[in-house]
């Protein structure tokens, strides 16, 4: 069975606004760093989807986002690599 690594994440948490004020909304996490955010520890990937599907489904999308931009660079290198070679007197 694979090990599985501890993940990380911080949930912003909304903060207190004048609107809210005179409402009965609940006040911010008085426990939140300057950031805003509470950070949860997840033990698996799993639990953080179960948990947190929204936090989940933005962090794929970041990963995602990041290797596609990272393959496009990528082959944009590459493509320069072959007009180079194809305009190469040798």
């Known amino acids: 069975m694979p090990q ?14 004048p609107a809210a004020a005179g409402t009965n909304a ?3 996490a ?11 520890n997840y033990s698996s990937l799993t639990e953080l989807k179960n948990t947190a599907p929204k ?6 999308m970041t ?8 393959m496009q660079q990528q082959s944009n ?3 320069q690599m072959i007009k180079e070679g194809e305009d190469s007197p040798y």
């Open 30 to 40: 008085s426990s939140s760093d300057e950031s805003g955010s509470v950070p949860a």
């Open 26 to 28: 609940p006040a911010a």
């Open 4 to 17: 599985s690594t501890p993940v990380t994440t911080h949930v912003a948490t909304p903060a207190a606004t």
């Open 77 to 79: 290198t590459l493509t």
């Open 55 to 60: 936090v989940y489904n933005m962090m794929m």
């Open 63 to 70: 990963i995602a986002q990041s290797i596609c931009g990272q």
